[in-house]
């Protein structure tokens, strides 16, 4: 069998230096990330995770964080999920393996399928409409792509096709859309861009309609006339919304291209035959995923922390944990919509009251539970940095949202990030990769032990690959009891 290259750095590590051999008296923390996503719905595969448990108590394993995005939406499911929730914990609790549940986390369908409209949102300013039959129509900006670049419209929705995929840039070079590999038409927002480059066979570029539009309080859509005066939803126009943003409840996916959604005019309506209308909105910032059409909840919207709040209330009655993990990772737009913008703080700033939010709402519902956090969104030598993905500002600030006694699970590959942490007086746990993305160098793992205190570590598989648990085990402490 081949090992990965980390377990080849580890077994080597093992064997040139016997006196750092990192036994389980230096790892107290022996986790791996049990990846059970939707398994409760299914007692057979609950079954599989139960002997996964079992198999990993065996190599000397003594925890696992427990991700499952039902947890977040109990209340949706029948009661025979919790059934089989309590039945794994209880066989856990067993063999010696202490779950540790992720909770607050700030995307996906265990937020946006309570509500779809809280994903966060890029704004479109001045679009111009035209009344015509009743109906307001797009004047559409239809800019050439003249050897990969065009003109665009500050702040306004547009959609781009090619042949073969395509990519879209600001002037910079920084993406403004993340497609999946291979798409030929995607979404995105101008931005505050006057200019944009697009990669893509034949590309061609047309404004579109609000696509994607979301309806709360802190995305309003404005429709005004040509001179400026506001008109009424209800009265000049029918209320409007994107029924492909309401079929996240049902779907748990955002569909990024689709028809806008038409706007008509009331019976009434001060706007006539020919007046043209100026709109804005807010659409959703979406990071495409291959299958993933991925929604990031506003941070500003107390709703978010509500749904929180019962979510880690459900938990803590069907499990009883000892310790959660917050899900603040790879939160990649945040900052951008109007709920945002009236607090006028930095996305940083953003990430660090919703990190502590979430802290306050596990310890007001269990005060005893200790908490760990991922590390990426609040590492300046990761994620917590200027330009990240589509977020609005710098991420620099957010590890203020975290207290001492939060415990890191860090998952760099740099050791500044293990030293930064450590200087802000953060117990770690290494997470290290076992899909692919080891590690660049060989050296790192035994470095960052002479350097750091470590708590522990954890097998970590974001693709439910088990064929290396034991040879970890085997190398880090040894595999028998």
């Avoid at 700030?106 to 937020?111: L, Q």
Wanted: proline residues 7%.
């Amino acid at each position: 069998m081949q090992y990965p290259r980390l377990i080849l750095c580890l077994l080597a590590v093992v064997g040139a230096a016997t006196a750092s051999y990192p036994d389980r008296a230096t790892l107290p923390q022996r986790w791996f990330y049990l990846n059970a996503n939707r398994h409760g719905l299914d007692p057979a595969r609950i079954d599989a995770d139960i002997a996964l448990v079992k198999r990993a108590a065996a190599a000397g394993y003594n925890g696992a964080v427990f991700e499952d995005l039902n947890l977040g939406l109990l209340d949706m499911l029948p009661s025979s999920y919790a059934s089989n929730v309590r039945r794994l914990a209880a066989a856990a609790e067993q063999a010696g393996i202490e779950l540790v549940p992720q909770v607050a986390v700030p995307y996906g369908e265990r937020v946006l399928k309570h509500n779809p409209n809280l994903a966060e949102g890029f704004p479109v300013v001045d679009a111009t409409f035209v009344a015509r039959a009743g109906r307001l129509e797009l004047v559409p900006d239809r800019p050439a792509v003249d050897g990969g670049a065009a003109r665009v419209i500050p702040r306004r929705e547009y959609r781009v096709s090619a042949a073969g995929g395509v990519r879209v840039t600001d002037p910079s070079g920084h993406p403004l859309a993340y497609p999946p590999p291979g798409a030929t038409r995607v979404l995105f927002n101008s931005r505050d861009n006057r200019h944009v480059r697009i990669q893509g066979a034949g590309a061609t570029l047309e404004e579109v309609g609000p696509v994607n539009l979301l309806r709360r309080e802190g995305t309003p859509f404005r429709l005004t006339t040509a001179d400026g005066e506001a008109l009424v939803e209800g009265r000049d126009f029918l209320p409007v919304a994107d029924p492909a943003i309401e079929a996240f409840r049902r779907t748990g996916r955002y569909s990024p291209i689709h028809p806008a959604p038409e706007i008509r005019l009331a019976p009434g309506s001060r706007v006539h035959e020919g007046d043209r209308v100026h709109a804005g909105w807010y659409h959703a910032a979406l990071v495409h995923q291959e299958d993933i059409d991925q929604g990031f909840a506003c941070l500003s919207e107390s709703e978010l922390y509500q749904i929180w709040t019962r979510q880690v209330e459900a938990i803590d009655g069907l499990m009883r944990p000892r310790r959660y993990l917050i899900g603040h990772d790879e939160i990649r737009a945040a900052n951008s919509c109007a709920a945002c913008a009236r607090l006028r703080r930095s996305a940083g700033e953003a990430i660090a009251e919703s990190a502590r939010r979430a802290l306050a709402i596990v310890r007001e519902v269990n005060p005893k539970a200790e908490i760990c956090a991922w590390s990426d969104m609040f590492d300046p030598y990761e994620n917590a940095v200027a330009r990240y993905y589509l977020v609005e500002g710098s991420l620099a600030g957010g590890w203020n949202g975290l207290d001492r006694s939060v415990e890191i699970v860090n998952w760099s590959d740099r050791i500044d990030s293990y030293r930064w942490f450590a200087r802000r007086g953060h117990a770690q746990a290494l997470a290290g990769y076992y899909d692919g993305e080891e590690p660049p160098t060989d050296r790192w793992l035994p470095r960052v032990r002479r350097e750091v205190p470590l708590t522990g570590v954890m097998y970590t598989t974001w693709k439910s690959d088990y064929t290396q648990l034991e040879p970890f085990a085997a190398a880090l402490w040894g595999s028998r009891p």
